[in-house]
């Protein structure tokens, strides 16, 4: 009879591998592959010198942008103190409504108009991502690409390509107070939204010329620690929705697993809603295997620009108002930059390059009963 060789992730674990293992006439399944579960993926950001990043200052704020609209004269007659409650309706009442009760953050489009001001985009050349495009240059512009600007990472690489960066940079909704990052800078965590990843065919993860990666959303929970962050040693099970799983080809060279481009779609539950989606196209892993058995590094691609926005377009009202955002110049903004994605009749790109950060914790991944991942993956087996 066959005994495996268990991991250190437990009886419970180990139960549920010999399950899976089992098959009818006592021979064991095919190892598994190796198994995580999703445990961060949203926008990376760069905090550089602010002299330089952001030498015209922030972007404005929603009531600063709506100061802009008046005359000196009405700015002068707001901003006394005995009209303090006339200006804040105003600004976060009148300017954030518009006609049928539409409101500037969850309609941004419909406030998305000519006299709009733009965000101040970040004016450094350094910025986080991945070079998605592969353009020789930016003065010649990749098949299926708009011309833009790329970013030099922090690290030295260069032709990162990055255009949802350049928008917010300077907004203080995402680069926050004197230091760390603002709470626009999430989509980070996915206990709500379990995501497995499996990588097949991994010979060595040192060199390696060709890999699968299966990206599939799960219908079951992930562990927790006491502050809510996933923990490893996980069993969930892949989804069956073909809308919520693809297959990633790669390679692995010097132990970095690096990705060809596929277009990868998750369920989002965007600010507590339901029903929403994750879209990321042209999707770009680039992530290397720790020695914890942790997957780890970055991912990138194209986020259609509603989507981009969709925390905004969930958040409503609120966004504008109690944040501070002016969420129709955030669009309008993001789609003067777009990048990717040209519309066939018009040539206007409807999606902006995204850089975010990746990290996967070791699970057992289930797929319609039969294991096809496991932590540190391919469980040994061995003759009693």
């Excluded at 006299?115 to 020789?136: C, E, N, Y």
């Amino acid at each position: 009879m066959a005994r495996l060789k268990l991991s250190r992730y437990g009886a419970a674990a180990g139960g549920l591998v010999l399950l899976a293992f089992s098959a009818g006439a006592g021979q064991p399944r095919q190892n598994p592959d190796y198994g995580f579960v999703l445990a961060k993926m949203g926008v990376v950001f760069y905090r550089g010198d602010e002299k330089i990043d952001c030498p015209e200052g922030r972007s404005p704020s929603l009531r600063e942008a709506f100061l802009a609209t008046q005359t000196p004269a009405e700015q002068a007659r707001l901003l006394k103190a005995e009209n303090a409650a006339e200006l804040e309706h105003k600004y976060k009442e009148d300017y954030v409504y518009g006609p049928g009760g539409k409101d500037i953050c969850t309609n941004s489009e419909a406030f998305d108009t000519p006299d709009r001001g733009l965000q101040k985009t970040v004016q450094s050349k350094i910025g986080p991502g991945l070079d998605l495009d592969r353009a020789a240059s930016d003065d010649r512009p990749a098949p299926g690409a708009c011309a833009h600007k790329s970013f030099t990472s922090p690290t030295g690489e260069a032709g990162v390509d990055n255009q949802y960066f350049r928008a917010i940079a300077c907004n203080t909704f995402w680069r926050g107070a004197a230091t760390g990052v603002g709470d626009g800078a999430g989509e980070l965590y996915w206990t709500s939204d379990p995501v497995v990843v499996v990588v097949r065919g991994v010979d060595s993860w040192e060199n390696d010329p060709q890999v699968e990666v299966l990206i599939a959303a799960s219908p079951d929970k992930p562990p927790v620690d006491t502050t809510q962050a996933i923990t490893d040693g996980g069993s969930l099970n892949v989804t069956s929705n073909p809308r919520y799983r693809i297959v990633l080809t790669g390679r692995i060279e010097n132990g970095v697993l690096t990705t060809d481009p596929a277009n990868l779609v998750l369920p989002r539950s965007w600010v507590g809603a339901s029903g929403g989606e994750f879209i990321l196209n042209h999707a770009r892993l680039r992530v290397r295997l720790t020695p914890q058995g942790e997957l780890v590094g970055d991912a990138g691609g194209y986020r259609p620009i509603d989507n981009a926005l969709a925390v905004m377009h969930v958040g409503g009202p609120g966004v504008a108002s109690t944040a501070g955002v002016d969420c129709a110049s955030v669009r309008k903004t993001l789609r003067v930059l777009a990048d990717g994605d040209p519309d066939p009749k018009t040539g206007a790109c409807t999606s902006v390059s995204t850089g975010l950060d990746f990290a996967a914790k070791p699970a057992f991944v289930f797929d319609k009963g039969v294991l096809v991942g496991a932590p540190r993956g391919p469980i040994q087996q061995a003759q009693r």
